[in-house]
C-alpha cells in the first residue's frame, strides 16, 4: 500500500468535521497495521529449527509403513498393526514416544532443576511448620500469662477481704493495733485511691501477695476462728477443724 498523499484532492476533500475524520483515520491505521503484520508474516521465511520441527511432527503423527524395516521385521513374525506386542498381547500398542531435548542445558539438568524446587517446597513448609509451632507456643504463653494474672487479681482480692475481716474482728475484741502493718487495711483515705494504688499497696512489702494471704489467714483462723473461705466464725478450734475443709481456697474448693 502507498502511503497517503497529504497534498492531493481526494485528502483535502475529506470531510473535516470534528470527530468523524479522526475516527475514520483511527480505524483505517488499525486496519493497515494488520494487513502489514499478516503480510510480513507470510513473506518471513521459517528457521532452520522451526523446519525441521514440522517435518519431525509430521513424521512422528503418521503412522509405520512397510518401509521401516523394524515394523517390516515385526510383520514377518506375524505381528498385525494396531496388535499391542507379547505373546498375550499385554505390551504396548503404540511406539514409545520420542523426547526430544531441544534445549542448551547438558544431561541431568532437569533433574537437577527439579530436586532444587522439591528441597524449596520442602524448606517452604518447614518454615510454614516452625512459624506454626512458634504461634502456638505464643498463644499457650499467652494463655498461662493470662490465667496467672487473673489468680493474681483473685489472691489480692482475697486478701483485701482478709484484712477487711482481720480489722474488724480485731476491733471487737479490742485490740487496737494490728499486729502488723498490713494486717489491716490503710486510712480511709488510702482506701479512696483508686484499684492500682490499692494494689502497689498490697505488694509494698517484701512478701508477696501468696505469703501475705497465707500468713493473714492462718492468724485469722489461730486467732478469730474464722475461715475466709467460708465466712464465718467457729466456736473453737475443735469447731473450726471438724467443720472447715482446710485452710487454703483449693481445699474448700
Avoid at 483505517?28 to 519431525?56: F, H, L, T, V
Avoid at 534445549?103 to 506454626?132: T, V, W
Avoid at 480489722?167 to 502493718?181: A, H, R
Wanted: overall charge negative.
Amino acid at each position: 500500500d502507498e502511503e497517503e498523499d497529504y497534498m492531493s484532492d481526494s485528502f483535502l476533500k475529506q470531510d473535516v468535521r470534528p470527530g468523524l475524520p479522526m475516527v475514520r483515520r483511527v480505524k483505517e491505521a488499525i486496519q493497515k497495521e494488520e494487513k502489514q503484520k499478516e503480510a510480513n508474516e507470510k513473506n518471513r521465511q521459517k528457521s532452520i529449527k522451526e523446519e525441521e520441527k514440522e517435518r519431525r511432527d509430521l513424521v512422528l503423527k503418521s503412522a509405520l509403513g512397510n518401509e521401516n524395516k523394524g515394523f517390516a521385521l515385526l510383520q514377518k513374525m506375524g505381528y498385525k498393526s494396531g496388535q499391542a506386542l507379547g505373546k498375550s498381547g499385554e505390551g504396548i500398542v503404540e511406539p514409545i514416544p520420542l523426547n526430544i531435548k531441544t534445549g542448551r542445558s547438558g544431561l541431568g539438568h532437569e533433574e537437577l532443576k527439579k530436586r532444587k524446587a522439591e528441597e524449596k517446597l520442602e524448606n517452604y513448609r518447614q518454615k510454614l511448620h516452625m512459624k506454626k509451632q512458634a504461634n502456638e507456643q505464643a498463644a499457650d504463653q499467652f494463655r498461662i500469662r493470662l490465667k496467672t494474672k487473673q489468680e493474681e487479681r483473685k489472691m489480692e482480692g482475697d486478701l483485701r477481704k482478709s484484712q477487711r475481716a482481720c480489722q474488724q474482728l480485731d476491733l471487737q475484741k479490742d485490740i487496737d493495733v494490728p499486729k502488723e502493718t498490713w494486717y489491716w487495711l490503710g486510712p480511709e483515705e488510702e482506701d479512696k485511691k483508686d484499684e492500682e494504688d490499692k494494689e502497689d499497696e498490697c505488694t509494698s512489702s517484701d512478701l508477696s501477695v501468696s505469703e501475705k494471704l497465707h500468713i493473714l489467714t492462718a492468724y485469722l483462723r489461730d486467732k478469730h476462728f474464722y475461715c475466709i473461705w467460708c465466712g464465718t466464725t467457729y466456736e473453737g478450734s475443735e469447731d473450726l477443724a471438724s467443720s472447715c475443709p482446710g485452710d487454703s481456697a483449693a481445699d474448700h474448693e
